[in-house]
């Protein structure tokens, strides 16, 4: 029997290495779409089973290039997604127009699933082009191919995030730390391998016409989730409640002077509401997707150590 065809966008971030592993080991044929072979092409080698796995270079998005990726595949996995825009990197761009060309090169090739990874909270957000933007974008997927998937998660973490990890830097070198907000926005972090986890039974599942938000297995306020990175570092920090206005002047600055913003007026925008399900759709829970979310806590015990002083000799030794 032919082994079904998977063509991933987003293939070198957490989610997209994550799954390639995944899916590679159920002899799924993965063809993993990367702006740089050079840089990021080890990496994602590295993640599934020899000769399971073709890399493709695409730098600029020349939707006619795309056509050609198209043939002969079955499944389309956009992972795409940006937190700051750049030049022609607009949310606009990445998370409207793109997944709008897929969807229609999905319909124009006959695939049997487009899964779109798209984001919690973001219908009722309305003061933030990045949740405008996956909004639209969810928008024209369904509009445009009715084999539709789209995932819906909340923060997703791992010891490749870009969140967890980064809060860990601030919370071992800060004395004091901002909160927004006084830090009661709600979220239900997701381990990555739970999302990696849904996106494969949706496969197997051969699910279609579906949207899924994704969440772990508590709900976590900004606040408890600074606390219990403290408390798995075994340090105490300041949590000062910073006024909007001054934090809209460091956001401001922020983005003037960093390639990478530590933080954007958008991002200020997007934490005045909670990240929780809508209501408006059945979760990964709803539908018994995952055979055993895991815990926020237990998870980053596993990789918080790298920041503490001792390193991995600081490590809890099982008995």
């Given amino acids: 029997m032919k082994p079904k065809e998977i063509i991933i966008f987003g293939s070198s971030g957490q989610v997209g290495s994550n799954l390639i592993r ?14 740089n072979i050079h840089t990021k092409g080890y990496n994602i080698k590295k993640s599934g089973n020899a000769g399971w796995i073709d890399l ?3 730098k600029t998005f020349e939707y006619d290039k795309l056509r050609e990726l198209f043939k002969n595949k079955d499944i389309c996995i956009n992972l795409i997604g940006i937190l700051n825009e750049r030049r022609k990197s607009s949310f606009n761009n990445i998370h409207c127009l793109l997944p ?45 191919f009715e084999n539709y998937i789209i995932l819906k998660p909340s923060i997703i973490f791992s010891r490749d995030d870009k969140f967890t990890t980064m809060l860990l830097s601030f919370i071992k070198y800060l004395p004091i730390f901002p ?9 239900y972090p997701i381990h990555v ?40 570092l075994k340090i105490k ?21 960093m390639k990478n913003p530590l933080l954007t007026r958008d991002q200020l925008n997007l934490l005045k509401e909670n ?9 990964n829970v709803d539908l018994k997707i995952n055979s055993n979310l895991k815990y926020f806590d237990n998870e980053i015990a596993k990789y918080s150590y790298m920041w503490k002083d001792g390193g991995e000799f600081s490590r809890e030794k099982k008995i």
Avoid: W
């Fill in 179 to 187: 909160i927004y907000y006084q830090g009661k926005t709600e979220f």
């Fill in 100 to 144: 709008k060309k897929l969807a229609e090169l999905c319909k124009e090739y006959k695939l049997k699933q487009f899964i779109h990874l798209s984001a919690l909270g973001v219908d009722d957000v309305k003061d933030s082009k990045y949740a405008l933007s996956k909004a639209n974008g969810e928008y024209e997927i369904k509009k445009t």
């Fill in 193 to 232: 391998t739970d999302v990696c986890e849904i996106i494969e039974k949706v496969v197997i599942k051969e699910i279609k016409k579906e949207t899924i938000e994704c969440i772990g297995p508590e709900k976590i306020s900004f606040k408890e989730i600074l606390l219990r990175l403290q408390n798995s």
């Fill in 22 to 35: 995944r899916l590679t080991k159920n002899n799924y044929k993965v063809t993993a779409v990367t702006r």
């Fill in 237 to 257: 920090r300041l949590l000062i409640p910073m006024p909007i206005s001054i934090a809209k002047m460091f956001a401001t600055m922020f983005e003037i002077l």
């Fill in 56 to 58: 493709v270079e695409f």
């Fill in 275 to 283: 990240n929780v399900p809508s209501g408006k759709y059945k979760t």
